[in-house]
């Protein structure tokens, strides 16, 4: 069974504890996390595992890369301190219980992975798609297993996710485009936390976008439009593709409005709050994000993740903004439609 | 017989009686599990006066007589237990008249719920009837007859308290009119301010007259509607969620159900919960109201609202909703039956336990369901069987299964909804002396002949 | 469809497929028509059920019932099940068991003679196919359409003004075309919906070979019954080459500028035929077609679309007829729902909604307040002088 990399010595250094002082949920002094860390890293009980809203920040926040919130995850489930409700977790678990049904399309070396979004077949159409989009694949067999982070199950992830690397090679994949960002997420920071080894390259679909945009700058009829980005909670594990937001942004004439809720301190799009902490607090967060998108000016927010889309996009319409996620907004800079409309 | 045929011929018109096979052979039926019987004659009529003309010709000629709206109780209540002239009423199909300001439409015997809710969405959207679960082809007078339930049944009770007048054929042949029709042209009372003959005709299950005009309360149709699902991994904390949500007075409607497939909702225990407005603000207001109500769950685990793909939002919005048909092909065998236990809320915990239970000591796909009704005062609990029709022995173990769901229903304290021939008798053994002797003296006043539906609430 | 009988059991009666999709009506032809459940979908079914089963015998009411389905496909449409795609291949399924055991109503048998003897379900003399034709170009390799025009076209007096209008608006867009004229044989497509594999084999057969020898690439159907039969059965059997139905190719010379009405002030329905709509899913390019006509006002029936209802002239009843009589056949129902829109003509695609309608019209005493026309005849009407 894979194990967590994680360096308690590093946290005895540390002396931000940034983890927990940083995170928008719980306020606390320096001493007061300290302390509270220790006992975690201890695996003694306290508050911070139910009060933790699954946001991932904090794995952002750890200057060293110790996986704060990988190990909440692991003590949430240890202490039976449970981040949601029990029957949302089982629910979870048994909607992405692997059936032996191997999705598949005509798979070559590079290929697209669709997770388990089927909508994202619609979305990777078009002339940006078209060399790659009969190679891809879908379903449980081959589901990144990321979103058990927010049900407290790292042993689900842990007995899964080999399984579904091992799925994947099997196809003959060499770079799996990754239209998820949390399956990126998945192979270039949970598996390589746990030891799993990815024999494959995944490739942010962020990456693949930009290169496919400079092979067709030609097409490109710059947008001129002002946008809200909304990252959302996967992007935390991996912020070093943050860049090429503002390289397609760039590119493809669209400015990334400075608001208060992007980057760093960028709010998760709630709905994952809302169904483990209630009505006021999940209300709460996406009132503040939508707010503040407002204030800056917002003409559209871009949307790196589907599952983010489901909460937000109609409300952000509501407030006069236009919702958009990135390969539609990629696909608008060289005169394509939009394939996703609220 | 052949006077009977010639008679019927006569009152409706040749094209509207059969006595051939073909028509025998599919009235002696329903899509559930009860043997066939077939009738001698199946009629259709148009007209009250039709009506009237062929209760007179069975009185005569001491022939049962069996109303028929679509069928679609599966309980083998249109089935002719003993012959005689099946009175199917879907030509009188007429909607005779709306009163806006009151709120009350009244339909001809036959009009169909499908049909209804179409006019009333085009021709006053601003109000709405009890839409129930059942096939769109169902009519309104028979899903009332069987106490039927429906989306306002949780707001506004058993779809029989949503009627406001009655226009009744008795078995003897006078027609007749009941409620605030009798005295008034206004439809507006089905009893009250005066003795109230309603509870005459429903749930009789056709045994007492043919029913040939409904005047059925109307409710608010508001612009938005929405809903979510509370899920709990603890069946015995579902009495107490419904409490609190009834408590809040927010909600429209509330279902409750437990399924093995898809996985997704294997060992959960699920309610569907919904809410309507007018503007965005009402419907948030709403919503928040019953989160709040709720938050207690939310804080120890005990239960959550899900995420609701919004793909999957309008099958459950759908009213009637289309894939409760779809379980009858579960098993590829165009079969479903269910037995209805009315019961308090607090019995619900042993009744989903029992469902699985016969799920699995008779190996048969089971779902259970059910309905909350008038603010949790009671609930219909639905223990549903699908069976594969050409596999006979699928279809006796799904009888065995309902039969034990009946008789564990009734030994919990439940009533059972729209009974089989065996539950009506299971209740009758069950019933207060008393009671069964009041209902024998009104079954002897209004049909000395004993020919409306023979067979059904018969006490040996 | 062979498999029929191990899958026909799966009806729940549920009668879902008795209506539209909004449930505002009844949308059933024969159930419409004859108003018991026995005609209803269901019945068909758990009848057809009960006589494999031995548990009812063949009789005429049983062969009625199963030959008034006229194959509309509302069921298919509504039903909420897995098979649904399924339930009129299995009513076709049924009905060839009946030609098999020789247990079809006599109208039934007298269209197979018909099409066997003659070419035709009509019994019209093949010598008088192409009447109607008045100097239409014969097809000769190299044309690029062959004008495939069907029995109706051919020999029904309303539908045969569909082929004239047709073949001189396309003439006059300078379309390269030819038909078959004398040579021309019935598509199949009642035959094989009326369930005659055999013959309906023989056709396509002698199809297949004779567009081959001609070296056909191309077919425009007057037809959607032919269209129907040509795109979805002739591959299997042998063939070998595109179709569309004339409003698809009309539609594009139309974009194209080949064709270019000129002013038709009129307000038009349309009735969306079962096997353009339903069937092929082609709903656009007749209603773009009367759009592009200046003065033209398109009024859509309350049913359109996928919710049209058949003119009650499917599976041979264009000529057996067996859903006449009474004011509820649904010819009359549906020429009264298009007068009821205020138009002034009822436009159609399909020469059996032609024939149907123009009857109805005729019953219903509206004879000079609707008029029934297909397409081409108001594209033709509507096109300079000098081009018609």
Redesign the interface.
């Known amino acids: 069974m894979p194990e967590l990399k994680f360096d308690k010595t590093k946290c005895a250094s540390c002396k931000a504890v940034s983890c927990l002082v940083k995170c928008q949920y719980m306020n606390l002094d320096r001493n007061e996390a300290k302390k509270e860390w220790q006992k975690l890293i201890n695996g003694e009980d306290s508050f911070v595992l139910e009060t933790c809203t699954t946001c991932y920040a904090c794995e952002e926040y750890c200057p060293f890369g110790n996986h704060p919130f990988y190990l909440i995850v692991e003590r949430q489930e240890e202490k039976n301190k ?1 981040a ?5 977790i ?3 678990v ?2 992405c ?1 692997p ?1 032996g049904k191997f999705m598949v399309g005509q798979v070559k070396e590079q290929a697209l992975s669709f997770c388990l979004i089927p909508r994202l077949q619609f979305l990777a159409t078009g002339k940006l798609f078209e060399d790659v989009a009969a190679s891809w694949i879908i379903g449980a067999e081959f589901f990144c297993n990321a979103v058990y982070l927010h049900f407290s199950r790292m042993s689900v992830i842990k007995d899964r996710l080999p399984k579904v690397v091992e799925n994947i090679s099997r196809q003959g994949i060499k770079e799996l485009i990754c239209l998820h960002d949390e399956c990126y997420a998945t192979y270039n920071s949970l598996a390589p936390a746990y030891g799993i080894e990815v024999p494959f390259k995944a490739t942010h679909y962020f990456e693949y976008l930009y290169n496919k945009l400079k092979e067709f700058k030609s097409d490109i009829r710059p947008l001129n439009i002002k946008a809200a980005y909304q990252r959302n909670c996967s992007t935390r594990l991996i912020p070093d593709i943050d860049h090429f937001v503002d390289d397609i942004f760039k590119l493809i004439g669209v400015t990334r409005l400075e608001r208060e809720y992007d980057k760093k301190n960028a709010l998760c799009c709630g ?1 994952i709050i ?7 607090i999940g ?1 709460d967060v996406q009132k503040r994000n939508l707010d503040d998108m407002v204030k800056c000016g917002a003409e559209y927010c871009v949307f790196n993740c589907p599952a983010c889309w ?2 937000l996009a109609a409300n952000v319409a ?1 407030r006069g903004i236009k919702p958009i996620h990135m390969i539609d907004l990629c696909r608008l800079a060289i005169g394509e439609k939009p394939v996703l409309e609220v | 017989m052949g006077e009977v045929y010639e008679t019927l011929v006569q009152i409706v018109g040749k ?2 009686v ?1 006595n ?4 025998r ?3 002696a ?3 559930g599990l009860m043997a066939p019987h077939e009738p001698d004659y ?1 009629v ?1 009529p148009k007209t009250t006066e039709e009506v009237q003309k062929i209760i007179r010709l069975a009185n005569d000629t001491k022939t049962p007589v069996v109303p028929k709206g ?3 109780a599966l309980t083998g209540l249109v089935i002719p237990l003993k012959g005689g002239i099946v009175v ?1 009423m ?2 009188m199909d007429r909607i005779v008249e709306v009163n806006e300001g009151a709120r009350y439409v009244i339909v001809e015997g036959g009009v ?4 209804l ?3 009333l ?2 021709h006053y959207p601003h109000l709405r009837h009890s839409v129930p679960e059942s ?4 009519t309104v007078v028979g899903n009332v007859v069987i106490h039927g339930q429906g989306r306002l049944t949780q707001q506004y009770g058993f779809h029989s308290d949503m009627v406001s007048g009655l226009e009744v054929v008795l078995p003897t042949g006078e027609i007749c009119k009941i409620g605030s029709c009798s005295v008034s042209p206004y439809w507006f009372s089905k009893g009250p301010p005066m003795p109230d003959l309603s509870g005459l005709f429903l749930g009789w299950l056709g045994t007492t007259g043919i029913i040939t005009k409904m005047s059925l309360k109307l409710y608010p149709q508001k612009k938005l509607k929405d809903v979510e699902v509370f ?3 603890r069946e015995d904390l579902v009495p107490d969620i419904v409490f609190k949500i009834t408590h809040t007075e927010m909600i429209e409607d509330m279902g409750i159900w437990s399924q093995p497939r898809p ?7 699920h309610l569907n919960i919904f809410f309507t407005g007018d503007t ?1 603000e009402e419907l948030e207001f709403r ?2 109201m019953v ?2 109500a709720l ?1 207690e ?3 120890s ?7 609701l ?2 793909e999957m939002k309008p099958t459950f919005l759908d009213n009637p909703q ?2 409760m ?2 379980f ?2 579960l098993r ?5 039956e269910y037995s209805g236990p009315i019961i308090p809320m607090e019995l619900y915990p042993s009744f989903a336990r029992k469902a699985q239970e016969l799920g699995n000591k008779y190996r048969v796909v089971q779902n259970a369901s059910g309905r909350v009704i008038q603010q949790g005062h009671c609930m219909m609990f639905s223990f549903a069987f699908t069976f ?3 596999n006979s022995e699928e279809m006796e173990r799904c009888r065995k299964a309902l039969h034990e769901a009946a008789e564990f229903g009734l030994e919990k304290g439940a009533v059972l909804w729209k009974p089989t021939l065996y539950e009506q008798k299971m209740m009758l053994r069950r019933m207060d002396q008393n009671t069964i002797n009041l209902m024998k003296k009104i079954k002897q006043l209004l049909d000395p002949n004993g020919i409306m539906n023979p067979g059904n609430w018969e006490v040996e | 469809m062979e498999k029929y009988a191990e ?1 026909i ?8 497929c ?2 539209t999709s ?4 009844l949308n059933c032809p024969p159930y419409r028509r ?5 005609y209803s979908t269901a ?1 068909r079914l ?2 057809v059920r ?1 006589w494999l089963n031995g ?3 063949w ?1 005429e ?2 062969g009625e ?1 199963l030959y008034t389905c006229t194959a509309c496909r509302n069921c298919v449409e509504q039903c ?4 649904a795609s399924d339930i009129v291949d299995w009513i076709v399924g049924a009905r060839s068991d009946m030609v098999e055991k020789g247990r079809i109503p006599p109208r039934v048998a007298r269209f197979f003679e018909a099409v066997y003897g003659y070419g035709n379900p009509l019994k019209l003399l093949r010598s008088d196919r192409a009447a109607w034709a008045d100097g239409t170009k014969m097809y000769a390799p190299g044309d690029e359409y062959l004008l495939y025009v069907g029995c109706l076209g051919s020999y029904d007096e309303n539908a045969q003004k569909m082929a004239k209008s047709l073949v001189d608006v396309f003439n006059a867009a300078g379309v390269s075309f030819g038909i078959l004229g004398n040579d021309e044989e019935c598509c199949g497509n009642e035959v094989y919906m009326l369930g005659e594999m055999g013959l309906f084999q023989t056709l396509v057969e002698k199809n297949n070979q004779k567009f081959k020898e001609l070296g056909v690439k191309k077919i425009v159907t007057v037809c959607p019954h032919g269209y129907n039969v040509m795109k979805n059965r002739y591959p299997a059997l042998g063939g070998s080459f595109e179709v569309y139905h004339y409003t698809q190719l009309l539609n594009d010379l139309i974009k194209k500028n080949k064709v270019k009405p000129s002013r038709n002030k009129a307000k038009v329905t349309y009735q969306d035929p079962c096997f353009l709509g339903r069937y092929n899913k082609i709903y656009d390019e007749p209603r773009q077609i009367l759009r592009s006509i200046p003065g033209v006002e398109l009024v859509e029936m309350e049913k359109n679309r996928a919710d049209a209802f058949c003119c009650g002239g499917g599976s041979g009843n264009f000529v057996m007829d067996l859903l006449a009589g ?1 004011e509820e056949s649904p010819a009359r129902i549906r020429v009264r729902e298009a007068y009821e829109t205020g138009v002034s003509i009822l436009a159609v695609a399909c020469p059996s909604c032609l024939t149907m309608f123009t009857d109805a019209v005729k019953t219903e005493d509206l004879d000079g307040k609707l008029a029934v026309k297909d397409i081409s005849q108001i594209v033709k009407e509507s096109l300079p002088a000098k081009k018609r």
């Open positions: 449970l949601a409700p029990r029957a949302l089982r629910q979870w048994n909607m219980e059936v709905a809302l169904s483990l902490k209630g009505y006021d209300t489901d909460p509501k | 094209n509207y059969s051939h096979q073909e028509e052979y599919f009235y039926r329903d899509p199946v259709m679509a069928g679609l199917d879907k030509r169909t719920h499908g049909v809710k179409a006019y969405q085009k096939p769109p082809i169902s899920v709990t991994d996985r997704m909702f294997a060992d959960n225990y965005e919503r928040k989160w709040h938050q769950y939310i804080d685990k005990d239960g959550g609202f899900m995420q793909p919004p289309k894939s048909s779809a009858a092909d590829k065998g165009g079969g479903f594969n029709r050409a | 899958q059991h799966r009806c729940f009666r549920c009668g879902w008795k209506f909004d449930y505002s009506d004859f108003r018991f459940e026995t019945g758990w009848l009960a548990e009812i015998g009789s009411r049983l019932i909420p099940m897995g098979f009474g």
